[in-house]
């Protein structure tokens, strides 16, 4: 540690490390209910695990500006210190542009897995692929910002540096521009499903947390505004390192946690369970009207109804099982064994008739009986 830490660096150190422990805490939490509840790890999971790799890595970058003087002045700086924080804040920039490319692309992988309709498919691809080439070159960018790449941080040396504002701002631009696209993405899709109004909100409500990472590409826009018009740099890049550093975490926060609803679910069953008060019910009115099969004539009615309670049933339903047709598949997971809390049965009986009561009642009895006999769990 250096005595060149200042208090503004170190505050932006500090908003650094809550995010950067709470993503990892939330891509932890991911990574267990895919790979050990759900068992259905994919590449969405792999890639979100290389972006928070490179999250990691520029929180080590930030840690290297900030005991190497970011926050204090440049005049007071020596040249050899000066000369390691300027080339840990150029690393940086390529490492949190690759941590974000990633995470988008981590959320498009996990949209093609979850759609399975052509044409979001396709448009998936689409995206997935403008992704890749902007990300080469934004990465490319980054890094060879200057020629040679030591002019960066001595500008003294002869040769050539792109605009770093016009760099730098283009490349926002294009960020939220995403943003927006994997937003709105899912919203028709999830808006025709075959459900509740609640629940349709609820999964509506889910895909759009995404809208997070745009408010913040739009909030580090001023940040970003100040250091490329600094003549200070050492000074004016506390607020851009720290509002990168939220983006990136905010970014793998919003894409993980629609896979962490299964174990929210076991954790909080009675909050996020997609079913109501732990139990189904099914009511079934099968229905005799006119001549009977033993007295010849009279009218009788029975409803039945059945109430379970399965921790997890069939009829629970996840991103996964979503089809084409924009309904749920019940087919496509195999019913969880969970223990069973119990059946109620209801059964109401009405009886109109001439002759042989009592061979009716006890007829109605016994069908009454098969029916709950066929319909049990």
Not at 19 to 36: D, E, M, Q
Not at 69 to 85: D, F, L, N, S
Not at 113 to 135: D, E, K, N, Q, T
Not at 209 to 236: A, C, E, K, W
Request: aromatic share 12%.
């Amino acid at each position: 540690m250096t005595t060149l830490s200042t208090t503004r660096g170190k505050q932006a150190l500090a908003v650094s490390i809550v995010f950067t422990t709470l993503a990892t805490f939330i891509t932890a939490v991911r990574i267990f209910t895919r790979a050990f509840l759900v068992k259905q790890m994919g590449a969405d999971d792999y890639v979100i695990l290389v972006s928070l790799a490179f999250s990691w890595a520029f929180f080590g970058l930030l840690v290297g500006e900030v005991y190497h003087g970011m926050g204090e002045h440049y005049a007071v700086i020596p040249a050899a210190i000066y000369k390691t924080q300027m080339i840990c804040f150029w690393a940086s920039v390529p490492i949190y542009q690759t941590s974000l490319i990633s995470t988008k692309m981590s959320i498009l992988l996990q949209y093609k897995r979850v759609f399975s309709m052509p044409h979001m498919r396709l448009a998936c691809w689409l995206l997935i692929g403008f992704l890749g080439a902007y990300g080469s070159w934004t990465i490319a960018s980054a890094w060879a910002n200057c020629v040679p790449l030591a002019k960066f941080w001595d500008p003294s040396i002869p040769g050539f540096c792109f605009d770093k504002k016009a760099l730098w701002f283009s490349n926002s631009a294009i960020h939220i521009l995403t943003d927006i696209l994997i937003l709105i993405y899912p919203m028709p899709v999830l808006k025709s499903l075959q459900l509740p109004k609640k629940q349709k909100f609820a999964l509506m409500a889910v895909f759009a947390l995404g809208g997070f990472v745009l408010i913040t590409s739009v909030l580090r826009l001023q940040s970003l505004l100040v250091i490329s018009n600094s003549d200070d740099p050492t000074y004016d890049n506390v607020g851009a390192a720290a509002w990168s550093a939220v983006e990136c975490n905010v970014a793998i926060i919003c894409a993980c946690l629609p896979g962490t609803r299964a174990f929210l679910s076991k954790l909080l069953p009675h909050i996020f369970s997609t079913r109501s008060n732990g139990y189904r019910s099914r009511t079934t009115r099968p229905s005799h009207m006119g001549r009977s099969a033993l007295t010849g004539n009279g009218n009788s009615q029975v409803m039945a109804s059945i109430v379970g309670g399965h921790n997890r049933s069939q009829y629970d339903h996840d991103l996964d099982d979503l089809s084409p047709s924009g309904s749920f598949n019940s087919y496509t997971k195999e019913p969880m064994k969970d223990s069973f809390t119990g059946i109620k049965v209801t059964t109401n009986v009405t009886l109109e008739s001439t002759a042989h009561p009592r061979t009716i009642a006890n007829d109605e009895v016994g069908s009454t009986r098969e029916l709950v006999r066929k319909t049990s769990f």
